[in-house]
């Protein structure tokens, strides 16, 4: 009895002492957009674990934060994650920031949220900016159901791969993309995607130069190729997702009967063929409905 009340008053100094991380999003551009409540938990933590602490601190000052810094980036975190956690255990509360945006959104951070979290210790997220996010929502593209990638393969050939995997997706899928390669990759995404595609191209989100494209995959291209403006700063690419394929119930009463009019007339091939073009329905679901017709 005794010794199970000390265990617990054990355990609950312990819990007492274990500090807390903070995920805290940074602005991915201009520096209001960061939340107040981000700006007291950065000045009222214990330490701030940063991406780039010289990057970090152009914020910092902006903010007239005075804190302590330490680096954790994608080369050293996983080795870095393990101290970091001790320190927790021990008391402090640490808060973690990436260059810009939210943090482990294609940015460092995952290891460290991880063992944080197998560790039992209290994660709390501090939101904000992220370009992701940004861009869906000025995007017009459906966003309640999208397929976030993070950035692409670096060669041509597995890009194109990358693509032709998701070319039947019917959710929209997200991109980020850098200027080195803004070009190349929405070509590849032309050789292998019908140009008629509608795309979103998003640059230099809540900066002086911030553009949102949207247009079909061929304009898009066009205009990006022809205007070297375009080719610069930060991209999110969207991609709206295939179309569902609607079954041949969905056929309207007026596409049926323009159907079975020419079915009296015409082979299956002739008549679905000219229901296409009057109708403009897809050939697909005529053509089944002129089997079912045709059966009945
Ligand atoms: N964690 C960040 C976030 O929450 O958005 C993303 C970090 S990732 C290393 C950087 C990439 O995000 C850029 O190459 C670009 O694709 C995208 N990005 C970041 N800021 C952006 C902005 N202001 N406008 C458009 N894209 C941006």
Redesign the pocket.
Same mark, same amino acid.
């Given at each position: 009895m005794i010794i199970s009340h000390v265990l617990e008053l054990d355990e609950r100094i312990n819990y007492q002492m274990c500090g807390k991380l903070y995920v805290v999003?940074t602005p991915? /551009?201009n520096l209001a957009d960061f939340s107040y409540r981000a700006i007291e938990t950065l000045k009222t933590v214990d330490l701030i674990a940063a991406e780039d602490t010289r990057h970090v601190k152009m914020l910092l000052q902006h903010y007239a934060i005075n804190n302590k810094l330490i680096s954790l980036h994608q080369h050293n975190e996983e080795q870095a994650a393990p101290g970091l956690i001790d320190k927790i255990k021990s008391g402090l509360n640490i808060a973690l920031v #990436?260059? %810009? /945006?939210?943090?482990l &959104? #294609?940015?460092p951070g995952m290891p460290f949220v991880k063992l944080a979290k197998q560790e039992g210790i209290d994660v709390s997220p501090i939101p904000g +900016?992220? +370009? &992701?996010i %940004? +861009?869906l929502s000025v995007s017009g593209l459906p966003v309640t159901r999208f397929n976030f990638e993070g950035?692409l393969p670096r060669t041509s050939s597995a890009r194109k791969t990358f693509f032709s995997e998701r070319t039947n997706g019917t959710a929209t899928w997200v991109f980020? *993309? #850098?200027s080195h390669r803004i070009l190349a990759s929405l070509e590849d995404l032309q050789a292998i995607l019908s140009g008629h595609r509608r795309i979103v191209v998003?640059? *230099? &989100?809540?900066?002086l130069f911030e553009t949102v494209v949207s247009d079909t995959l061929d304009n898009v291209l066009e205009l990006v190729r022809n205007d070297k403006n375009m080719q610069k /700063? *930060?991209?999110?690419v969207l991609v709206e997702g295939a179309e569902i394929e609607k079954n041949t119930s969905e056929i309207t009463e007026d596409q049926k009967s323009v159907l079975s009019i020419l079915l009296k007339e015409c082979s299956i091939k002739t008549a679905v063929a000219m229901a296409v073009e009057i109708t403009g329905a897809r050939k697909k679901i005529l053509y089944q409905a002129a089997l079912d017709m045709k059966g009945d």
């Open positions: 999003a991915i /551009g #990436s260059d %810009a /945006g939210t943090p &959104l #294609s940015d +900016a992220c +370009a &992701l %940004a +861009a950035f980020y *993309e #850098s998003a640059r *230099e &989100l809540t900066k /700063g *930060e991209f999110v």
